[in-house]
């Protein structure tokens, strides 16, 4: 990277000594907006031309049609919204609502693809938060200023970017393939594990656990709360989303197990299971159940929450179409296999070092990728930052 930035420094040197000119995206730019289109218009003329809104999900495409307004190189902006100043690099034909703005370039000096990295990293400050509603409009866009080299300086800098976008790209592919292949590492080893021969003793919840329900905690919420409220969001993500009480409604204990009740139709938190590793820290809140092992020389509570999490006959209650909500007595009735309690401390040793290696992994690919993406952006910006041009005196 540091030889990349020499040899736009050596050509920064030769083509522009004195610095390099600003200059308002208004003076290099045309600046326009799109059409009114809702999506009765889209559904009666549906086609295969994207239309491009203020959304970014998709690239920003709001719909598809059969005609286009626009066929060349562009670069788009959201002017409204949460995502108002996103800024997008287009080529080809398409349209776009009266919610993104357009831009085109007025000479043959610029690289839109180089105005969509350094726009992109000043547009965001430009963008006003008035009534709520965050906007970036065109007059406002006509008279952001960037620095603009000659051309042949944007050409080898997007040339570099580009480079620094794919390898990102295929850094994320390649973290995200791991944890893939990982977790179905797991899995099979999980059912494999927990999967035993017909002489092997069932026994039905109630015979083996203990079951409690929680309690609302609508009225006892505050960020600063001392106990973390276990509800399905909580336990769907692991801990990571959490809500705080001021009140210990319905308390925890370690070797608790912590199951959702009720899930939406298809859900991924329906019987998922959350093992409580700590006294007074967590609070149980309603359609989450708490279960404890009845006899520990019996039954290892580490094993029982590996048998019992998102154990498939709970799942069976779960049609596809209407909510699910399990029952107290759909709970204590199903069986898990209980076997010999050194051969579940053994399954439970296996499983812990797989889950633990599932997640180190799972914590550690964002945070690979965020330290990727600071570096290039550092990068980045250095590329994009060059000496202001300096005028001669009259």
Same mark, same amino acid.
């Given at each position: 990277?540091?030889?990349?930035?020499?040899?736009?420094?050596?050509?920064?040197?030769?083509?522009?000594?004195?610095?390099?000119?600003?200059?308002?995206?208004?003076?290099?730019?045309?600046?326009?907006?799109?059409?009114?289109?809702?999506?009765?218009?889209?559904?009666?003329?549906?086609?295969?031309?994207?239309?491009?809104?203020?959304?970014?999900?998709?690239?920003?495409?709001?719909?598809?049609?059969?005609?286009?307004?626009?066929?060349?190189?562009?670069?788009?902006?959201?002017?409204?919204?949460?995502?108002?100043?996103?800024?997008?690099?287009?080529?080809?034909?398409?349209?776009?609502?009266?919610?993104?703005?357009? =831009?085109?370039?007025?000479?043959?000096?610029?690289?839109?693809?180089?105005?969509?990295?350094?726009?992109?990293?000043?547009?965001?400050?430009?963008?006003?938060?008035?009534?709520?509603?965050?906007?970036?409009?065109?007059?406002?866009?006509?008279?952001?200023?960037?620095?603009?080299?000659?051309?042949?300086?944007?050409?080898?800098?997007?040339?570099?970017?580009?480079?620094?976008? &794919? =390898? &990102?790209?295929?850094?994320?592919?390649?973290?995200?393939?791991?944890?893939?292949?990982?977790?179905?590492?797991?899995?099979?080893?999980?059912?494999?594990?927990?999967?035993?021969?017909?002489?092997?003793?069932?026994?039905?919840?109630?015979?083996?656990?203990?079951?409690? *329900?929680?309690?609302?905690? &609508?009225?006892?919420?505050?960020?600063?709360?001392?106990?973390?409220?276990?509800?399905?969001?909580?336990?769907?993500?692991?801990?990571?989303?959490?809500?705080?009480?001021?009140?210990?409604?319905?308390?925890?204990?370690?070797?608790?197990?912590?199951?959702?009740?009720?899930?939406?139709?298809?859900?991924?938190?329906?019987?998922?299971?959350?093992?409580?590793?700590?006294?007074?820290?967590?609070?149980?809140?309603?359609?989450?159940?708490?279960?404890?092992?009845?006899?520990? *020389?019996?039954?290892?509570?580490?094993?029982?929450?590996?048998?019992?999490?998102?154990?498939?006959?709970?799942?069976?209650?779960?049609?596809?179409?209407?909510?699910? *909500? =399990?029952?107290?007595?759909?709970? =204590?009735?199903?069986?898990?296999?209980?076997?010999?309690?050194?051969?579940?401390?053994?399954?439970?040793?296996?499983?812990?070092?797989?889950?633990?290696?599932?997640?180190?992994?799972?914590?550690?690919?964002?945070?690979?990728?965020?330290?990727?993406?600071?570096?290039?952006?550092?990068?980045?910006?250095?590329?994009?930052?060059?000496?202001?041009?300096?005028?001669?005196?009259?």
């Amino acid at each position: 990277m540091i030889k990349h930035q020499n040899k736009i420094e050596k050509l920064i040197a030769e083509f522009c000594p004195n610095g390099v000119e600003s200059k308002s995206i208004g003076e290099i730019c045309q600046v326009s907006r799109g059409r009114v289109m809702s999506k009765d218009y889209l559904k009666d003329n549906a086609g295969e031309y994207p239309v491009y809104s203020s959304q970014t999900a998709d690239n920003g495409i709001f719909g598809r049609i059969n005609t286009y307004d626009y066929d060349g190189e562009y670069l788009t902006w959201t002017t409204d919204g949460a995502y108002a100043g996103s800024i997008f690099y287009r080529n080809g034909r398409f349209s776009i609502t009266n919610v993104c703005g357009l =831009l085109k370039a007025k000479s043959d000096n610029v690289n839109m693809k180089f105005l969509s990295y350094i726009l992109a990293t000043v547009s965001k400050k430009y963008v006003s938060a008035g009534m709520g509603n965050p906007k970036i409009m065109s007059n406002v866009m006509e008279k952001i200023k960037i620095q603009l080299p000659p051309l042949v300086i944007q050409e080898k800098i997007v040339k570099i970017l580009n480079s620094f976008t &794919e =390898l &990102e790209a295929e850094l994320e592919a390649e973290l995200e393939a791991e944890l893939e292949a990982r977790k179905k590492q797991y899995e099979h080893y999980y059912f494999k594990l927990l999967t035993f021969e017909l002489s092997v003793a069932r026994k039905t919840l109630n015979e083996v656990a203990n079951f409690r *329900n929680g309690k609302g905690h &609508e009225k006892h919420i505050d960020e600063n709360g001392k106990y973390i409220v276990v509800n399905s969001k909580f336990v769907s993500t692991g801990g990571k989303v959490k809500k705080y009480s001021v009140g210990q409604i319905s308390p925890v204990f370690r070797d608790d197990i912590l199951m959702v009740m009720s899930d939406l139709p298809n859900g991924k938190a329906l019987a998922k299971c959350f093992y409580v590793d700590i006294n007074d820290k967590y609070t149980l809140n309603q359609r989450i159940c708490a279960l404890n092992v009845k006899k520990e *020389n019996e039954l290892n509570s580490k094993y029982f929450y590996y048998a019992l999490n998102r154990n498939r006959q709970l799942l069976r209650y779960d049609n596809g179409v209407d909510q699910t *909500n =399990l029952r107290k007595d759909d709970i =204590l009735k199903i069986k898990i296999p209980v076997p010999p309690i050194k051969e579940q401390e053994r399954i439970v040793s296996i499983l812990d070092k797989f889950d633990a290696l599932v997640n180190n992994i799972s914590t550690g690919l964002p945070a690979e990728l965020k330290a990727r993406r600071q570096q290039y952006e550092y990068y980045r910006g250095k590329l994009l930052t060059f000496k202001e041009k300096e005028y001669a005196k009259q």
